[in-house]
């Protein structure tokens, strides 16, 4: 794992030419500067200290047991695998990344435990600045319920994870908007990041 704030510069998914011009590769797409997928370090680190006072929980867990130990402690009761590829998810990827990285908050908490690959989680700071978080092979991350956050595949377009669930499976995004900064999960989050910030500024 490694997380930093990000460098701030406008990033997308780069877009096809239209026709009758011949789309790009995949290759020539990363290439182009701008796009989510590359790196966008600022070169200012953040601790996974830091992380947790916005209530990001990260963890190195290397064996399916450590998994069935924290699913125990955390009450999660599903999981399953995904694949997000151009391999895997054919003509559909290039629309799903772009889903993925539309800024958006869940109303439970999203773990990942990476098992191949790579990938950036991006989450809002107090200060509504982006954190970057790159994860690789045994990075585990917990996301809280009402983080604004998005996701991104990096360069290889590559990333297998395991997802872990309370309840039934499901991955239901609420993108950013008047309605989800009112939304009860959301207010629930910020109470709960602005009072550890108190109690480290007590400190």
Do not use: C
């Not at 054919?90 to 098992?115: A, C, P, Q, S, T």
């Not at 009112?182 to 629930?188: D, L, P, V």
């Amino acid at each position: 794992m490694k997380a930093y704030w990000y460098d701030n510069s406008e990033v997308g998914y780069p877009t096809r030419p239209p026709l009758p011009l011949r789309a790009p590769t995949i290759e020539s797409l990363t290439s182009k500067q701008g796009d989510q997928r590359l790196p966008h370090d600022s070169g200012r680190a953040v601790s996974p200290t830091e992380l947790a006072k916005l209530g990001v929980f990260y963890e190195k867990l290397s064996t399916i047991e450590d998994i069935d130990t924290l699913a125990q402690q955390r009450s999660y009761k599903n999981r399953d695998e995904i694949v997000v590829s151009p391999d895997k998810m054919g003509d559909k990827y290039e629309g799903m990344v772009r889903n993925f990285f539309n800024e958006h908050l869940h109303e439970d908490e999203e773990i990942r435990w990476i098992r191949d690959g790579a990938g950036f989680f991006d989450v809002r700071s107090a200060d509504d600045d982006w954190v970057r978080i790159r994860l690789v092979k045994d990075d585990l991350i917990v996301l809280p319920a009402g983080i604004y956050h998005r996701f991104t595949t990096d360069e290889d377009n590559y990333i297998k994870a395991m997802r872990l669930f309370k309840e039934d499976p499901k991955w239901t995004p609420l993108n950013r908007g008047s309605e989800t900064d009112h939304n009860s999960q959301r207010r629930e989050y910020v109470q709960m990041r602005d009072s550890r910030a108190i109690e480290t500024l007590v400190k």
